[in-house]
């Protein structure tokens, strides 16, 4: 009988849990590039806003008599003009307006922009037509020459080159924004947002805003910084600030005449206007990635090629003869914010040569981080493997040099991934594709690399292969575009087949040929297959040995008749119970009560002891080693469901004992 929780004791692991994730500040500061173009930045702006409170001299007052002096001059740090004004009072002050013009043009240009771009893309039709077209009007002409018509009509003055700048600058917002909207309009959130009763309005706010929001951010930190240059250029010209007002433009334009006789009139100003525009840029990279939920990993970097390996114990390879893949303490974790998630805890698999082993488990078992962990696929960061090896005929895969691993992927190891649709490049044919991966491996020609392409979509059961080489994965159904992934994966004939789920999107008619044909392929190429998949009945068609996995660790293996007849562990057994059989409509289908632990913070003892009816006291108390509890079965039990397994059972629990002594 269970008891419910307290919900304060829920709420207090729940709130731990969201403040363990990393703030945007801490997200930020982390990015280096970004933290150090937010010091710059933060500098400039602070200075200039504190121009008037700064003990230096008014940026007019002329001194003829104190004219070009140079830097580090008495009185004049950065020296005089040839008008004897202090350069560092004109700079202070001419910052202060670079910025209010470069910064308020940004915002308008943005809103006004980003506002035509939402709404031309959602609405669509008349309203889209209309809208571009005005849009394309304004990029008819070179913005600069645009900008200049706009001031000339306007007349000289600065508040008249922010209008025009601001202006000219909107249709680049509008055409970006528009894009992506037209992108999203009708993904299916939007349509189940429409679904729950939302308007246009709130449609555009809540669903379609939030996910433009990270380009309107690096957009217009990148034309902060052109506006910025546009500002200086018009002021260059004598169109932006008159004189005697000062901003970096005008300074510019000031020292030109001086260049040779007195550059640092003309360099210092140009010194400032990199600074800040390379600040902005940089800053803007940095807030754009913290925006990205999908980069918000606890570390501001990109994934590399490879896992990154931080073994802490490399363990040692077992006697015996070894298969076509040997895993041995393999663990893989995720670091994010102070939370590490143990999402593959110690996996001994051995796949013999030509054998097709079944991986079995609950979503969230660790079945996938154990693929891309073999194949050194998980992303850095968050992702590490912390220990463990992956051999591969005598070399250990996590050992190997960049060039080795490129050969090993796809070539001796290859792998199917669950959606054909997300892994299928969206802008090239199935045929180029499968004849990449050919040339890759492959010192053969173009042409024969297209000719073995459409003679592997024959194998693979796919009708008029040649005409089907020249579509885009878009144009195949679900189950044409699995049997594509399936010959890209077979195309290098791989010695090791991993197979992630790689029917679950199939309806059963389908679901069938692709297993028969990957069972077939496999005989025909001689290959090693690791399926995984949820489904105990895809198992049974094809698998000769089966894994069952727990919280990131397996729990029991064996042959799949032993497993499916006689389960050992207890969460097999309730595996099974899940699976509805049709010989028998009215047996009871058993759920498993409870739910899997959180991988950062796995319980003691076995992690499937809170959810077991067989649980004892000391299921709750130290490691427990997969053993052997039959000829051919092993399990992480001490308790085993195996019949003739009670003096092992009780061999097993004594040694338990022993070890935690």
Known sequence: MSVAADPGEEAEPAAAARSSR????????????????????????????AAPLLPIAPPDATAPAERLQRPFSEGHLL?????????????????????????????????????????AGYAGGRTDHLMMRGIDMLMAFPYILLALAIVAVLGPGLLNALYAIAVVNIPFFAR???????????????????????????????????????????????TVGWMILETAGLSFLGLGAQPPQADLGSMLGEGRKLLFTAPYVSIIPGVMIFIIVMSINLLG???????????RSGALAHPSARTQVKRRKVPEMPAGETG??????????????????????????????????????????GKSVTALSIASLVPSPPGAIVGGRVMREGRDVLEMRDGELRRLRGGEI????????????????????????????????????????????????????KERAKSYPHELSGGMRQRVAIAIALVNEPEVLIADEPTTALDVTVQAQVLKLLDDLRHEKHTAVLFITHDFGV????????????????????????????????????????????????????????????????????????????????????????????????A??????????????????????????
């Open 636 to 661: 992480r039990c001490l308790y085993p469901l195996v019949e003739d397994a009670d003096a092992a059972a009780d061999a097993r629990v004594d040694a338990h004992a022993e070890a935690g002594q």
């Open 79 to 119: 020296g005089t003009d040839h008008l004897g004004r202090d350069i560092l009072s004109r700079l202070v002050w001419g910052t202060r307006i670079s910025l209010a013009v470069g910064i308020s043009a940004s915002l308008i240009a943005a809103f006004f922009g980003s506002l035509i771009g939402l709404i």
């Open 324 to 365: 076509a893949l040997d895993v041995v303490g393999l663990q893989t974790e995720f670091s994010i914010g102070r939370d590490v998630f143990r999402a593959v805890g110690g996996v001994d698999l051995r796949l013999g040569k030509e054998e097709c082993l079944g991986l079995v488990g609950e979503s969230g078992s």
């Open 176 to 222: 970006n924004i528009r894009g992506i909207t037209l992108g999203l309009a009708r993904r299916d959130f939007v349509e189940a947002a429409k679904l729950s009763g939302k308007g246009p309005i709130r449609l555009v706010a809540t669903e379609i805003f939030p996910n433009v929001l990270p380009t309107i951010v690096i957009a217009l930190s990148t």
């Open 285 to 295: 990279d940095g807030i754009r990635d913290v925006l990205d939920p999908r980069l």
């Open 539 to 634: 198992v049974s068609e094809i698998c000769e040995r089966v894994a069952v996995m727990y919280a990131g660790r397996i729990v029991e293996m064996g042959r799949t008749e032993d497993v499916l007849d006689a389960p050992a562990h207890p969460y097999t057994r309730k595996l099974i119970d899940c699976v509805p059989l049709l010989d028998d409509p009215d047996r009871r289908l058993d759920a498993i009560e409870g739910l899997p632990p959180p991988l950062n913070r796995l319980p003691e003892g076995c992690a499937f002891a809170p959810r077991c009816p067989r649980a004892q006291p000391d299921c709750r108390a130290g490691d427990i080693p997969l053993g052997e509890v039959a000829p051919g079965r092993m």
């Open 414 to 465: 290859s792998m199917i991934f669950q959606d054909p649709l997300s892994s299928l490049h969206p802008l090239f044919t199935v045929g180029d594709q499968i004849a990449e991966a050919v040339r890759a491996h492959q010192p053969v020609s173009r042409a024969e690399a297209w000719a073995k392409a459409v003679d592997l979509l024959g194998a693979v059961q796919i009708p008029n292969p």
């Open 22 to 49: 990393p703030a945007s500040w801490r997200l930020l500061a982390n990015n280096r590039l970004a933290a150090l173009g937010l010091v710059l930045l933060s500098l400039v702006i602070v200075v200039a806003l």
